[in-house]
């Protein structure tokens, strides 16, 4: 009897203590977890309830306290708070699914093939593409309409450069947007030769033909919002900013997250317009725990690449050549002063060194010692030595480490042995500011958020050219990089206290990869895998 009594009484003690465990809906365990907190610890455990993170602690103590729904074992996997891709084009991306894609073509042949199979598969009236780089092929020299217009007399053909800031149209395109050599224009180039036209817009008249080419219909825009989720889910990206889109876009987004089709998190960038100001300025910042809209994205000048960022000294590859800033110097402060008096940050598009001095002098005139507007400056890329000192966490560097190691075989050519040392300066950058935002600017470069890690630490391309690295001197630690891809992006977004990390009371968004990318080879980190990728708790993609 007596041990019948001792059973029962067992039993409820059991049933008692299961009882007085807290419901908890996920339990990640025998994991590798960096949570990139302020103390940079490393954990094997963590619960998730309501979409956040609940409790980081060790195994033992977590079953004790909690009763769980479902539990994943990592395997010993390294664990890492979700991805943040701090500058990039989500919707772009999408759009590039639905067009011709001829990045990483080795010649303008290459990409008069593609444009044809592509053609011939889709038949489309208006033929848009996006991708080529002259500075990949033998001839390094931008290309000329004339085989354009042979093959496709009738339909019209536009295909934007990789950075986005040159495009190649046909004669039929130039006719639709009614483009002639006697086209006025300000900031930017349409090319001609001997008095005609070559086909080759830069930067601001690109928005001729884009005017006649964005009538999209919503079916189309919601698929490419879909397809570029995937590809960053894939990539283990949780977060993405998107450097500059409409107020169309931006609803279209809010819808498609209400409704459940899109789980990822965009911080929106508002492009520069009248239209798009005047709704967003006066309205306020908007934000929901997947949207959020609080920044506006202005483009200060061109691209390296095209040579349309705006130098104070001529290009040492093109004398009497200087780029150009995209709008007048009294239009950029206007709107910086509006946007001042506004809640909202202001990220501006700056490459060269001419195009930074004005926006960090303009950023410095308007933000007061103590102001935390967070204010960026997209790119950074060549940077005067006497304006780093702008820099701070006030006025942030948003910077894309794979810029560096595209941009190195031709960029000294561009800038000379002087001024590169300004150039491409991460490290520089982040000893000045105390942080750096790091992103790909895709679809200019590849979405891969493992190509950003390996080029901020090594400097080198996936063949490991240069020996040594590229500037070597500013590459960032592995910590440092991790931080930019999280926290430090998170910060930049005004998000540091609900993501960046793995820690209490932050949305449980964090990726389960195939090797730890703070130990591996650093050769190894471009092959690396996502195995899991979880927002809110949720997983939205299993390898």
């Known amino acids: 009897m007596n041990k019948l009594i001792g059973l029962i009484s067992l039993i409820v003690l059991l049933s008692s203590c299961e009882s007085n465990r807290e419901k908890a809906d996920l339990l990640v365990f025998n994991a590798n977890v960096y949570t990139v907190n302020g103390n940079f610890e490393k954990a094997e455990a963590f619960a998730v309830k309501d979409g956040k993170f609940l409790e980081i602690a060790p195994i033992d ?3 004790e306290k909690y009763e769980f729904t479902e539990e994943v074992d990592a395997g010993g996997k390294a664990v890492y708070p979700g991805f943040i891709d701090a500058h990039a084009h989500f919707y772009g991306l999408g759009m590039q699914q639905q067009r011709v894609d001829v990045t990483g073509t080795k010649s303008f042949e290459e ?12 038949r489309v009236d208006f033929i848009v593409g996006r991708g080529w780089d002259q500075n990949d092929w033998e001839i390094k020299e931008f290309p000329v309409k004339d085989t354009l217009d042979r093959l496709f007399p009738d339909t019209p053909v536009a295909l934007t450069r990789i950075d986005g800031h040159a495009m190649l149209v046909n ?17 930017g180039d349409i090319e001609q030769k001997d008095g005609k036209l070559t086909g080759i817009l830069v930067d601001n008249p690109m928005m001729l033909i884009e005017k006649i080419t964005d009538d999209v219909d919503l079916d189309t825009q919601a698929e490419a919002l879909r397809d570029a989720q995937a590809i960053c889910f894939g990539y283990g990206l949780t977060t993405v900013d998107d ?14 997250n209400n409704s459940g089709e899109l789980k990822i998190r965009i911080y929106a960038m508002v492009s520069n317009t009248k239209e798009n100001l005047d709704y967003y300025l006066d309205k306020g910042p908007y934000k929901t725990d997947r949207l959020n809209v609080r920044s506006v994205k202005f483009y200060g000048d061109g691209a390296l690449g095209s040579r349309g960022a705006a130098l104070k000294d001529e290009y040492s590859d093109r004398p009497g050549h200087f780029g150009a800033l995209l709008s007048p110097v009294s239009e950029f402060k206007a709107t910086a002063e509006r946007i001042a008096r506004s809640e909202f940050q202001m990220n501006t598009h700056a490459i060269g060194d001419s195009a930074n001095y004005l926006v960090l002098k303009t950023y410095d005139s308007l933000l007061n010692t103590g102001d935390d507007r ?16 702008y820099f701070s966490k006030n006025i942030i560097p948003s910077v894309q480490p794979t810029h560096a190691t595209s941009d190195m075989y031709w960029a000294e050519d561009r800038l000379g042995e002087e001024r590169i040392k300004g150039a491409y300066a991460y490290k520089k950058l982040l000893d000045q500011a105390g942080l750096v935002a790091l992103g790909t600017d895709f679809p200019v470069e590849q979405v891969n958020p493992f190509l950003t890690f390996y080029a901020a630490v090594d400097r ?8 040594g690295g590229f500037m070597k001197e500013q590459a960032l630690s592995r910590e440092e990089t991790l931080k930019g891809m999280t926290i430090w992006a998170a910060y930049s977004n005004f998000e540091e206290d609900e993501k960046g990390s793995i820690e209490p009371g932050k949305f449980a968004d964090f ?10 080879e650093i050769d190894s980190v471009p092959e690396t895998q996502v195995l899991h990728t979880f927002v809110n708790g949720e997983q939205v993609y299993k390898n």
């Not at 990409?111 to 889709?122: A, I, L, P, R, S």
């Not at 450097?243 to 498609?256: F, P, T």
């Not at 204010?375 to 030595?385: G, L």
């Open 61 to 63: 103590a977590l079953r």
């Open 111 to 122: 990409v008069v093939m593609k444009v044809v199979e592509f053609q011939q598969k889709n």
């Open 171 to 187: 004669q039929a395109a130039l006719d639709a947007a009614n483009i002639t050599t006697e086209t006025k224009f300000e900031g």
């Open 243 to 256: 450097a500059g889109i409409d107020r169309e876009i931006i609803e279209l987004i809010d819808s498609l």
């Open 374 to 389: 967070r204010w960026r400056v997209e790119h950074s890329q060549v940077i005067d030595s006497s304006d780093f000192h």
């Open 460 to 467: 080198q391309d996936t063949e490991n050219y240069p020996e």
């Open 511 to 520: 990726v389960i990869l195939d090797r730890d990318i703070m130990e591996v």
